[in-house]
């Protein structure tokens, strides 16, 4: 792979936005999709101003991944300038919760797409090991058209009740991107439902850095990423960003520059149950 000596700049951003329930499933306090989709869109909205974004947003229905974009581009084109790729993952097309990504096609070409769920039949609607929901893997290979760097992002959402199937999960991913066709360097991003200190965590770790680790500067460390939105329930650190494990070092182009968990209330309520995260990279490739 030949490096060069311009660097290119750019940034991951992630978040579960809370799946979009009709009234009878919501919490007491979680407010309809119709009253946060508006602070989903804001959080997004205040990182991608000065550097190309990567979008990674985890458990949107159809609807919402529409609502995004169209608040996004700012009019009511679907699709332009910032478009997806991803599919729902119960029926590989718009049925069920998406793990998609969001990218602005002015600024990315999309040079290949894939999916995966995450059980032993990874190439048909399944789920395994436990895991109270069907559960997929979003795999993109985009390149910035200006700078023509090129990257492998990967968004997922592992499954919140089954410790197994979270485990499993983590090694076919760990596996899956050993097999990805190119040299180019790779990202993940999602809700992992796992701490730092889970095993599915460490065997990420195995391939790829946690980028809270990795940077140089950080705002809000100490917030949690898992809010829930009643005062009761237990907050926790589950939704990551990785990176090339060598990251910071001579050997790799790849810098961490910062990371970011930025807040998840507005006007005076959550729009999601988590906080987003962002991560702010230089790539010299």
Known sequence: MKRDDNPFEFRIYSNNVRVDSPE???????KGWSQRKDGAVGAIKSQISDYPTLIAIQEAKHNQLVDIKRGLN??????????????GRDDGKEAGEYAAIIYNTQDWNLLNGSYKWLSPTPDTPSKAWGASNIRIVTF?????????????????????????ARQKSASLIVDWIDQIPNDYPVFLSGDFNSLSSDASYQTI?????????????????????????????????????????????????????GHEVIPNNYNDYLFSDHRPVSTHFKLKW
């Open 74 to 87: 700012g009019n009511n084109n679907e699709n332009f300038p910032y478009n997806h790729y991803g599919v």
């Open 140 to 164: 993109t290979t985009l390149q910035h058209k200006q700078s023509g760097k090129i990257v492998n992002f990967l968004n997922t959402h592992f499954d919140q009740t089954s410790e197994e």
């Open 205 to 257: 770790s195995t391939k790829l850095a946690d980028t809270d680790k990795k940077a140089y500067n950080h705002y809000n460390q100490n917030w949690n990423t898992y809010t829930g939105f009643e005062s009761t329930d237990v907050q926790s650190v589950i939704d990551f960003i990785f990176a090339p494990q060598d990251s910071n070092t001579g050997s790799n182009p790849v810098t961490v520059i």
């Open 24 to 30: 009878s499933k919501r919490f007491p306090s979680e």
